[in-house]
């Protein structure tokens, strides 16, 4: 049976299956709207890269970037590339690879379930040989060499190196032009077969649906296929340390203006559900009050010419790791660090301004009923807060549950200034 | 949809059920130009500085917290060689909330207020807030070296057009900011107020009368009388010309611009569509296929329209001893196309996935006002349902003809040290 939850205030029901082989299918109807997207999404990212591979014993390490290569070669199989027959189906198609998430999704105006048949069975269907693995390594190479160039994804990266001494997050999610020429055929095939059990993944449709229909089809389609017994993939992470690696982390770039990003690492990176949830709301709504653009230390940060309009912060959490970034780009980078700092240490003795935290969270619930607008955000973002126990439509009743004294304890004890905190600058080199 | 004219403001009302917030989009459109384009670029940030009723950056904000995050963005952008600063707001419906209090009104008359109502001094922005903003300003200016890709494509643009109005970079020049006071921007300010064309769109769940009143009331915009312009629109192209440059970096930068003969409004228009999105448009396209996908060159190969200007633009990211080779396949796709050696699957394929691309366009208040947009820019209304049709109606002697008129202007190439 298909269940079925209602969100009276946001006017949305959402419908779920949890099909015999153990893919979980949810789909959220949007009458009125062109546009179907559906994500097709394997529990499997950048950071597993240690792994007992099904139906083994021993544990192995696989390249960096193995899941990201993987996901550009799911595409090709014997006849060519899927990208072609999307098109005939009036369909765009893309994937992308996460820290903890491989997801690959279509939008369609038509042919609805003809698309979700591509979607369902390409995926479904692993074809590699050594010549398209070869042939494949070029194009990665072009993508890590964009990146290279790229001065806010070497800042991002460089402050993930700075935090985490053994955490995989610290490792670009492409890998290397060196790591991804180590990988084979036979590692893909094994890491396909360990993570891309449809035990281990989740289907969700957005759009102007029927549920009954579609979840009939997907389900006839998911019978007509054979799957060994579900196992659930056993992972390994190293032992990471309360403590940075490094507490500022210098990388000099043919840039012209400056960059700085302040890192916090989370010191309880183990919370799921709707504790999870819970804290990263309150982490992002703490932010907000001392960062946003109607704080005073915004203000002050403007004036004083150590930031433009770029400026931006952020905080997420999955199992095992979570961070918090501010920074932009900066005149002086290494000033922003010491005063961002500074300022993080100021608001946790200052008095807590609850007419600032009342005004934010009214905010946050626009943002999410803006949010609601997006099928993309929808379906990605309920993904991943699924793959983490949380749900997505709990958050405007999370938001209302927060008070003023529960944030003043996540205010504490997350914004530790003394040992999880780090700071990565791009510097621009002087070019003779 | 409802078109009416309030306070010289050309009102487009789109009332649709599927949205939980509504969207109200205001284009403030004059000529692009060489004397205006820095001031007008730094005019949307100095705006939202402060206004009459909310005197600074922080007030303006914390009302918009207080409006359930109401989004209000103000950005300058070129369509053609017309100058287009777009203000938008965005703001729940509050249908969707456990609190009743009616947001739209308020939302209006936030955008009136930093549109018409900003924080003066003596006929003068404050000097403090205008300094503050050039520096973010000339930061900014300078950050687009910093991005390999916009840097290639501001380049190109200077490069090919740099006879024309076009080439004019949309932030405007670092040297003419000093220049600038806060009573120099006032005068822009005004006379900006004074000779736009006044475009509003308002997108969501909402009924049309009470947005009218809105907009009387709130929206009072006095001496509006817009001058009447030309622009150059298209131009020849003289001989194919190559430009390089050299810097440190890893991927090689390849842009190529020809001219296409054809802008939004002609009659090729959408066969130049369809062409661009078979040529390098789309992950099916001769583009993609063939520098990606077969000779795995390059992680991204692409081209784009420039619709009024008529402009067909290729970007690709290669190494540096690549260009040979990338450009003679770039050349085989273009002479392909022009010589019509593609088929009837190629086109219902493109044409697939182009229709498809519009309605979902559409299913995004922003993407229906561009569509619309670009109806009102060329005088010709064009409906963004009217694209699928016009789409569907295009043949292969449509593609070939609109290819015939393609011409190779400019080639930049922005390569790394040691490399070419």
Redesign the interface.
């Known amino acids: 049976m298909m269940e079925q939850v209602a969100f009276d205030?946001?006017?949305e029901t959402l419908y779920r299956k949890k099909l015999a082989n153990g893919l979980d299918v949810f789909i959220l109807p949007?009458?009125?709207?062109?546009?179907t997207y559906a994500t097709f999404t394997t529990k499997y990212g950048s950071v597993d890269n240690e792994f007992v591979p099904l139906g083994e014993k021993e544990s192995v390490k696989v390249p960096d970037g193995i899941a990201h290569f993987l996901e550009h070669k799911m595409f090709e199989d014997e006849n060519g590339?899927v990208?072609?027959d999307?098109?005939?189906?009036?369909?765009?198609?893309n994937a992308f690879t996460s820290f903890t998430r491989t997801a690959y999704l279509f939008?369609?105006?038509?042919n609805v379930e003809t698309n979700l048949k591509t979607l369902l069975n390409f995926v479904q269907y692993p074809y590699f040989t050594e010549e398209t693995v070869e042939?494949?390594?070029?194009?990665?190479e072009?993508?890590i060499?964009?990146y290279?160039?790229?001065?806010d994804w070497q800042n991002f990266f460089g402050l993930l190196q700075a935090m985490y001494q053994n955490h995989p997050v610290k490792t670009d999610i492409a890998g290397t032009a060196e790591s991804i020429g180590r990988i084979t055929k036979d590692d893909l095939y094994m890491c396909y077969r360990t993570f891309y059990h449809p035990a281990n993944m989740t289907m969700f449709i957005v759009g102007n649906v029927e549920p009954e229909k579609v979840m009939n089809f997907i389900e006839q389609n998911q019978k007509e296929k054979n799957f060994p017994a579900a196992e659930s993939p056993q992972r390994f992470f190293s032992d990471e340390p309360g403590q940075v690696s490094e507490k500022m982390k210098t990388i000099p770039m043919?840039?012209?203006?400056g960059k700085t990003l302040v890192g916090i690492k989370e010191s309880e990176p183990d919370k799921q559900g709707r504790e999870l949830l819970k804290h990263e709301l309150s982490v992002q709504l703490l932010l907000e009050m001392m960062f946003?653009?109607?704080?005073?230390n915004?203000?002050d940060l403007?004036?004083s010419?150590l930031i433009?309009?770029?400026f931006s912060f952020d905080y997420t959490a999955e199992k095992g790791f979570g961070f918090t970034v501010i920074g932009g780009?900066s005149?002086e980078p290494e000033s922003l660090a010491g005063k961002i700092t500074e300022l993080i240490e100021e608001f946790k003795k200052q008095p807590f301004d609850e007419e600032s935290f009342r005004?934010?969270r009214?905010?946050?619930?626009?943002?999410f009923?803006?949010a609601?607008?997006?099928?993309e955000y929808i379906a990605n973002q309920f993904t991943r807060y699924y793959f983490n126990d949380m749900h997505l439509f709990d958050v405007i009743p999370v938001l209302e549950e927060l008070t003023p004294e529960s944030l003043q304890s996540t205010l504490q004890t997350h914004f530790d200034t003394e040992t999880r905190l780090s700071a990565c600058v791009i510097k621009p080199e002087v070019?003779e | 949809m409802e078109n009416v004219t309030i306070n010289s403001i050309n009102t487009h009302i789109m009332p649709?059920?599927?949205?939980?917030?509504t969207t109200f989009v205001l284009q403030v459109r004059t000529k692009l130009s060489r004397e205006t384009v820095t001031a007008r670029a730094l005019l949307p940030?100095v705006l939202e500085r402060g206004t009459e009723h909310f005197p600074?950056?922080?007030y303006i904000?914390?009302a918009?917290?207080?409006?359930?995050?109401?989004?209000l963005t103000a950005d300058v952008v070129k369509k053609g060689e017309h100058h287009v600063i777009t203000f938008r707001i965005?703001?729940?419906?509050e249908k969707?909330?456990?609190d009743n209090t009616p947001l739209t009104g308020r939302a209006v008359q936030l955008l009136a207020s930093v549109l018409l109502y900003p924080l003066t001094e003596n006929e003068s922005f404050p000097a403090?807030a205008v300094e503050?903003e050039k520096?973010?300003h000339r930061?900014?200016i300078?950050?687009i070296?910093?991005?390999?890709m916009r840097y290639a494509g501001m380049r190109l643009n200077e490069e090919m057009c740099r006879a024309e109005a076009y080439a004019l970079p949309i932030l405007g020049f670092e040297e003419d900011l000093d220049n600038i006071t806060g009573a120099s921007l006032y005068e822009v300010y005004k006379q900006m107020l004074r000779e736009s064309v006044l475009d509003l769109y308002v997108v969501g769940d909402v009924e049309e009368e009470e947005i009218k009143n809105f907009v009387e009331q709130y929206l009072q915009v006095t001496n509006n009388e817009p001058v009447p312009y030309s622009t150059e629109g298209t131009k020849e192209s003289e001989k194919p010309r190559l430009v390089k440059e050299e810097?440190?970096?890893?991927?090689a930068k390849l842009h190529i611009g020809y001219r296409t003969g054809t802008t939004f409004g002609d009659k090729d228009y959408f066969a130049l569509q369809v062409f661009n999105s078979l040529f390098g448009g789309?992950?099916?396209s001769k583009l993609?296929?063939n520098v990606?996908?077969k000779a795995?060159?390059?992680?991204?190969a692409a081209s784009r329209v420039e619709s009024h200007k008529g402009l067909l633009l290729v970007l690709s990211?290669?190494?540096s001893d690549k260009y040979e080779e990338a450009v003679t396949i770039i050349d085989k796709q273009m002479e392909d196309m022009k010589s019509g050696n593609f088929t009837e699957?190629d086109i219902?394929?493109?044409k697939?996935?182009l229709?498809?691309?519009i309605?979902?366009t559409?299913?995004?208040?922003r993407g229906r006002i561009e569509l619309e947009y670009h109806g009102a820019i060329a005088g010709r209304k064009i409906r963004a349902e009217d694209w699928v049709k016009e789409i569907d109606q295009v043949s292969k002697e449509d593609i070939v003809r609109a290819a015939s008129k393609i011409v190779k202007d400019t080639t930049y190439f922005l390569y790394g040290k040691g490399g070419n």
């Not at chain 1, 949007?30 to 546009?35: A, E, H, I, S, T």
């Not at chain 1, 609601?372 to 099928?375: A, Q, R, T």
């Not at chain 2, 070296?145 to 390999?148: S, W």
């Open positions: 205030q946001l006017q949007k009458p009125g709207f062109n546009k590339d990208f072609q999307f098109s005939r189906q009036g369909a765009s198609a939008s369609s105006t038509s042939k494949e390594k070029g194009i990665i072009q993508e060499s964009m290279e160039d790229n001065p043919p840039v012209k203006v946003g653009q109607s704080s005073k915004y203000q403007f004036s010419g433009d309009d770029s780009d005149s005004r934010i009214k905010k946050k619930i626009g943002f009923l803006r609601m607008n997006s099928p070019s | 649709v059920k599927t949205f939980k917030t940030s600074g950056r922080q904000q914390g918009l917290e207080e409006l359930y995050g109401a989004h965005e703001v729940a419906n969707f909330l456990s403090e503050e520096r973010s930061q900014k300078a950050g070296y910093d991005d390999k810097q440190q970096i890893q991927q789309s992950p099916h993609f296929v990606r996908e795995s060159l390059a992680y991204y990211g290669i190494e699957e219902s394929q493109t697939a996935v229709k498809n691309q309605l979902e559409i299913d995004v208040p």
